[in-house]
């Protein structure tokens, strides 16, 4: 999402972790091969934060597999790029799930091609829409995709749940105090685009 008005742990020697954000999750999930949350908190994050959560979202997910595997990968980094490695993390889902003698209920390949092909149409629209100065319908694309976004790792978190032994997301389903700081950063976040784009095709009010 591309802004006309620029809105806007522990440390260790070991080079291929990052530094975790603390969001106030639950620990207890440390063990486990993926990020274990329930769906109703997954849905309010991913929604309340505007996305942010989702930057998270796959670091924790990336975190949680190197720690499983010992696996030397940048965490971090693979979720900055999420674009290039959705397609790896669902395909990993998928195997777990596989070895586990369990039915998978999703189509993890249909499902990546889809979240990299909506952040290619995305990034075009925002790049086009950085070309001119005033507000146009290219402003509206990432918006639009936005909700399609949240159903698509929606539908990986369940299978990511069923994966861990933890279908309904029992042990990650409490917002924290934390949480709710981060709630309250996105809805400056919604409140703020919402005024840029009243404005940005309405004019500003008089």
């Known amino acids: 999402m591309r802004s006309k008005n620029n809105l806007g742990g522990n440390m260790e020697t070991d080079i291929y972790r ?48 190197r720690m499983r595997h010992g696996v030397k990968i940048l ?18 889902v998928a195997s777990s799930i596989r070895h586990s003698g369990r039915d998978i209920k999703w189509y993890p390949g249909w499902m990546a091609a889809s979240y990299i ?16 100065t005033h507000y146009t319908l290219l402003d509206l694309v990432s918006l639009a995709l936005f909700p399609l976004f949240v159903w698509i790792l929606y539908c990986a978190q369940q299978e990511i749940n069923v994966a861990c032994d933890d279908p309904q997301g029992e042990s990650n389903a409490e917002l924290t ?29 008089t």
């Open 75 to 92: 965490p971090v980094m693979r979720a900055i790029f999420s674009l290039i490695f959705v397609y790896s993390l669902f395909g990993k």
């Open 117 to 132: 092909l909506f952040s290619i149409i995305g990034l075009l629209a925002d790049g086009l829409a950085g070309a001119v």
């Open 177 to 205: 105090p934390a949480n709710y700081l981060w709630i309250l950063i996105g809805a400056l976040i919604w409140a703020g685009l919402g005024f840029e784009y009243f404005t940005g095709f309405f004019g500003s009010p």
């Open 18 to 65: 990052a530094p975790e954000a603390d969001l106030g999750e639950p620990e207890a999930g440390a063990a486990r091969e993926f990020y274990v949350v329930s769906s109703p908190k997954f849905l309010i994050l991913m929604i309340a934060t505007f996305g942010l959560y989702e930057l998270y979202w796959f670091y924790r997910n990336w975190s949680l597999y």
